[in-house]
């Protein structure tokens, strides 16, 4: 083995080679054999270091890198990674100011708190009644070692594994028939905490340090829909405010045991220089009421169409709504509805706006959808086509 390398437990290992596409035959009374293509690899049933050792080089050599590189992903297997990096004109290497660094780790975790809480209910200011159920996330939730190339800091959030959708469900594209019922997992609490704080800092990128400009009511009512909060941005502007920092940067690694957002963006970086529009953001967040209940947004976990000669399909969106996990149906047009089904396969949350109808020991429903979008395309109101 290796000197100075973690080791990740056996039920990394086995979590690891679930979501890589190997298949287990059945175990023996020592252990399990695993195949891949033309590759075995025997895994024990009991932890042993020697052996879990052996088998990540077997599988760094079927995957060609380096062993350390594959242990780091083995071990990470179940957790979103969210790489923080603190960069400036010189490029911090190997320190950073203790105060700059004391700062860096308070401000990036009041602004995963603020998503944690953000990502249960949409709220422009939180005011101090952050989430339970999101902070729970966070204590569970924890810090890598820093790496060098500037100052980069990875927060681990740990994912728990759905429950693998049946592989004989059908698919829009069956030959036959288009399915009657398709269901999946609902997307796990934890993604949906990282989701929101990826896609809040895309948010206050795209609608406020690229347009240069202090956010409008429109704007700021997007920030709101994708999960910005005043806190959020207090916090990210207490970042690029320190004199040595230069620029600030997520990078996020997302855990295979749950489908990824194929289109959020991985990487998203902030000029120091944005801070003022930062700050200018967060006061207008402290202004702003909060959204509509009417509005929601959630990852697509159903799919319904009984009637061939029904012009519209239905879908059921697993979102947060008061403060608790629920279902809403949708009702879309059968071109949308073929849509929603590509936003679903791409991993895609979507944002749904209108009126819920509630139905006797029914999840609510929205008849007629007013807005219904992938949650990471840009668009304000006067750039939508009429429903």
Same mark, same amino acid.
């Given at each position: 083995?290796?000197?100075?390398?973690?080791?990740?437990?056996?039920?990394?290992?086995?979590? %690891?080679?679930?979501?890589?596409?190997?298949?287990?035959?059945?175990?023996?009374?020592?252990?399990?054999?695993?195949?891949?293509?033309?590759?075995?690899?025997?895994?024990?049933?009991?932890?042993?270091?020697?052996?879990?050792?052996?088998?990540?080089?077997?599988?760094?050599?079927?995957?060609?890198?380096?062993?350390?590189?594959?242990?780091?992903?083995?071990?990470?297997?179940?957790?979103?990674?969210?790489?923080?990096?603190?960069?400036?004109?010189?490029?911090?290497?190997?320190?950073?100011?203790?105060?700059?660094?004391?700062?860096?780790?308070?401000?990036?975790?009041?602004?995963?708190?603020?998503?944690?809480?953000?990502?249960?209910?949409?709220?422009?200011?939180?005011?101090?009644?952050?989430?339970?159920?999101?902070?729970?996330?966070?204590?569970?939730?924890?810090?890598?070692?820093?790496?060098?190339?500037?100052?980069?800091?990875?927060?681990?959030?740990?994912?728990?594994?759905?429950?693998?959708?049946?592989?004989?469900?059908?698919?829009?594209?069956?030959?036959?028939?288009?399915?009657?019922?398709?269901?999946?997992?609902?997307?796990?609490?934890?993604?949906?905490?990282?989701?929101?704080?990826?896609?809040?800092?895309?948010?206050?990128?795209?609608?406020?340090?690229?347009?240069?400009?202090?956010?409008?009511?429109?704007?700021?009512?997007?920030?709101?829909?994708?999960?910005?909060?005043?806190?959020?941005?207090?916090?990210?502007?207490?970042?690029?405010?320190?004199?040595?920092?230069?620029?600030?940067?997520?990078?996020?690694?997302?855990?295979?045991?749950?489908?990824?957002?194929?289109?959020?963006?991985?990487?998203?970086?902030?000029?120091?220089?944005?801070?003022?529009?930062?700050?200018?953001?967060?006061?207008?967040?402290?202004?702003?009421?909060?959204?509509?209940?009417?509005?929601?947004?959630?990852?697509?976990?159903?799919?319904?169409?009984?009637? /061939?000669?029904?012009?519209?399909?239905?879908?059921?969106?697993?979102?947060?709504?008061?403060?608790?996990?629920?279902?809403?149906?949708?009702?879309?047009?059968?071109?949308? %509805?073929?849509?929603?089904?590509?936003?679903?396969?791409?991993?895609?949350?979507?944002?749904?706006?209108?009126?819920? /109808?509630?139905?006797?020991?029914?999840?609510?429903?929205?008849?007629?959808?007013?807005?219904?979008?992938?949650?990471?395309?840009?668009?304000?109101?006067?750039?939508?086509?009429?429903?």
């Amino acid at each position: 083995m290796p000197n100075a390398v973690a080791l990740p437990t056996l039920a990394d290992l086995l979590s %690891y080679l679930r979501t890589h596409d190997w298949s287990a035959s059945p175990p023996g009374p020592g252990g399990t054999l695993w195949s891949k293509g033309d590759a075995r690899v025997g895994v024990p049933n009991e932890p042993d270091d020697v052996l879990i050792s052996s088998v990540l080089s077997r599988i760094a050599r079927v995957e060609q890198r380096e062993f350390q590189v594959t242990a780091d992903a083995v071990r990470n297997v179940r957790f979103d990674v969210t790489h923080l990096r603190a960069a400036n004109d010189y490029r911090i290497s190997d320190k950073i100011p203790l105060g700059t660094a004391t700062k860096l780790i308070s401000s990036a975790r009041m602004m995963l708190r603020a998503t944690a809480t953000t990502a249960r209910w949409e709220r422009a200011q939180i005011a101090g009644s952050y989430s339970r159920f999101g902070d729970e996330v966070i204590r569970k939730s924890y810090m890598g070692h820093t790496e060098r190339g500037s100052f980069i800091i990875p927060v681990l959030v740990p994912i728990p594994e759905p429950e693998q959708p049946d592989s004989r469900q059908p698919t829009l594209y069956d030959d036959h028939a288009e399915p009657v019922l398709h269901t999946a997992a609902p997307e796990p609490f934890e993604r949906r905490v990282v989701r929101t704080f990826a896609q809040s800092m895309q948010a206050v990128r795209d609608l406020v340090v690229d347009p240069g400009l202090r956010p409008n009511p429109d704007q700021i009512h997007e920030l709101v829909y994708r999960g910005v909060s005043r806190e959020f941005c207090s916090a990210l502007a207490s970042i690029l405010n320190e004199s040595a920092i230069g620029e600030f940067e997520t990078i996020v690694a997302w855990s295979p045991v749950a489908p990824a957002p194929e289109t959020m963006p991985r990487q998203v970086s902030i000029s120091a220089e944005a801070v003022d529009l930062v700050v200018s953001a967060a006061e207008g967040l402290r202004q702003q009421r909060s959204p509509s209940k009417q509005t929601f947004s959630g990852t697509i976990i159903q799919f319904r169409h009984e009637n /061939r000669d029904d012009p519209f399909g239905e879908i059921a969106v697993s979102t947060m709504r008061r403060g608790r996990q629920s279902e809403v149906r949708v009702r879309l047009p059968l071109d949308t %509805y073929r849509a929603a089904w590509d936003w679903h396969n791409a991993g895609r949350a979507v944002l749904v706006e209108g009126i819920i /109808r509630k139905s006797p020991g029914k999840s609510g429903i929205v008849d007629t959808p007013v807005r219904f979008q992938p949650l990471d395309e840009l668009m304000f109101p006067d750039q939508m086509a009429p429903s």
